[in-house]
């Protein structure tokens, strides 16, 4: 195989950024998907959803003919040599993925391989749990193919580390990749996909077996949780001291070479697609193997009361919230993406709107998505400054650039009240408490401890 052609079922970040990423280095690609909007947007150059340099790569795909979107992945898989797939995994209400969107795939791969007689390689993107490759995709693959697995058809799970937000970026640039395989043929082709796509530099590749790849993936994604969940209670402590700064004390201790600074930001907990869906995931996949993850539930429980911290903060300087009216500057789960999914903005608004205020947001990119969800519920501004106007307290939910700029003047000039609690530490603590009423996730409080015991810490702990 010189230069294989390539397919990619599924058209999410993970499945777009690899197919724009492949094509941006020349390959051929087919995409498919089973929704006619998105494939019709995909087709005339337009991203169906927000991701930096997205738009502009999809655009030079289509017009080097690099890149096509089908309904069909019988035509995507019949016109190329290796099918990537990227499909869905999301969370059941037991926690588990919920696997339907994978099978679906499997079995029109199977269909299409039927009619193919030239080797094909499918690799496994998705984020699954060991056994799933296997037991899932290579069963259905085989039933519907009538074709022998390691003979006709080659297998891999090769996991995807992308970051919303960043997806292209790591896409081209990843620290590692990881080629779990069926055999040692099927590694061998995708091994060389990466080592053509990635030229001179290629990163580490580490070759293993489908289960430990897809093992992996997981322990990736709960370790990076887990850091998440270890500094938030860390800064649940630190505000519990006068004086202390939880971003000083994860300076400190992330220079330590063994820990190292990044995921060390304290804040109002992770969401997204993958953190809070792959720890439930792992949990019950533990779970089933009769072992409790004492400390992945730690983690996920952790995460689940870190929003209401901020909201506790808000009573704090408030009391009553009735009547009230915050202004959140910040909806998507994190800069840079207008995903919602998890977001800590959906549990602080919901439970400002129990306790009776009124919410003003703002987000650069996410208030289509926002309205969804909030519909009338809330009010949307078009501006940060905007959104502060009028209010009696803000909470900075997501940390975008241009939040970042704004100056304590902006607040004290427009609010009602300027108070302001910073959920993702971008504020200088100084600068901030002397021109207003100021506090952040992590913080110790110059009042005294009992106070805010009183006030603040009876229900998010
Ligand atoms: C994550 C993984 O980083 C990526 O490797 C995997 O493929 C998919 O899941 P993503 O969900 O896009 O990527 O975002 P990420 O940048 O990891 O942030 C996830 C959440 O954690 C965000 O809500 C973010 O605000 C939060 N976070 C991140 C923190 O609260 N503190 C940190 O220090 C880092």
Request: glycine share 8%; hydrophobic share 40%; charged share 25%.
């Amino acid at each position: 195989m010189s230069t294989p052609n390539i397919s990619i079922v599924g058209t999410g970040y993970v499945g777009l950024s690899t197919a724009v990423g492949f094509a941006s280095k020349g390959y051929k690609v087919i995409t498919s998907t089973h929704d006619n909007e998105k494939a019709s947007k995909i087709n005339e150059g337009v991203a169906p959803f927000y991701e930096p340099n997205l738009q502009e790569l999809l655009k030079k795909a289509l017009k080097d003919d690099g890149l096509k979107c089908v309904l069909d992945c019988k035509e995507a898989v019949m016109n190329t040599d290796i099918t990537f797939i990227a499909t869905g995994t999301p969370s059941r209400p037991d926690g588990s993925a919920n696997l339907e969107y994978i099978e679906n795939s499997a079995h029109e791969i199977g269909e299409a391989l039927k009619e193919k007689d030239a080797y094909h390689l499918i690799v496994v993107k998705s984020t699954v749990v060991p056994g799933t490759t296997e037991d899932v995709v290579k069963s259905a693959i085989e039933e519907y193919s009538n074709k022998q697995c390691g003979v006709d058809f080659g297998l891999c799970m090769s996991p995807e580390f992308l970051r919303q937000g960043a997806a292209l970026h790591d896409t081209l640039n990843p620290d590692r990749i990881v080629i779990g395989e069926y055999d040692k043929r099927s590694g061998d082709v995708l091994e060389s996909l990466y080592r053509n796509f990635y030229g001179k530099k290629p990163p580490p590749i580490i070759r293993t077996n489908l289960e430990t790849a897809e093992l992996i993936k997981h322990t990736n994604n709960a370790f990076l949780a887990t850091k998440i969940s270890f500094i938030n209670s860390i800064a649940n402590i630190c505000e519990r001291i006068p004086g202390v700064d939880v971003t000083t004390v994860a300076e400190a201790v992330g220079l330590d070479r063994r820990i190292g600074p990044s995921f060390l930001n304290a804040g109002i907990g992770y969401g997204g697609s993958c953190f809070p869906k792959d720890v439930k995931a792992l949990i019950a996949y533990s779970r089933t193997l009769a072992y409790n993850p004492d400390l992945l539930i730690a983690v996920e429980k952790i995460n689940e009361t870190q929003p209401y911290r901020a909201v506790k903060l808000c009573k704090g300087f408030l009391g009553d919230l009735k009547g009230k009216r915050i202004a959140i500057l910040g909806l998507s789960f994190k800069p840079n993406t207008d995903d919602m999914r998890e977001a800590r903005s959906i549990p602080i608004i919901n439970q400002l709107l129990k306790e009776g205020a009124t919410i003003t947001a703002y987000d650069p990119v996410a208030v289509a998505v926002a309205k969804t969800i909030f519909a009338n519920e809330i009010d949307y501004a078009s501006s940060a400054i905007e959104c502060l106007k009028n209010a009696d307290c803000c909470i900075l939910v997501t940390e975008w650039e241009e939040f970042k700029k704004l100056k304590p003047e902006d607040f004290t000039k427009n609010m009602k009240q300027p108070i302001l609690i910073d959920g993702r530490r971008i504020y200088n603590p100084e600068d901030f408490s002397q021109k207003m009423k100021f506090t952040a996730i992590g913080l110790g409080a110059k009042i005294p401890a009992i106070v805010l015991g009183q006030n603040l810490f009876d229900r998010a702990n």
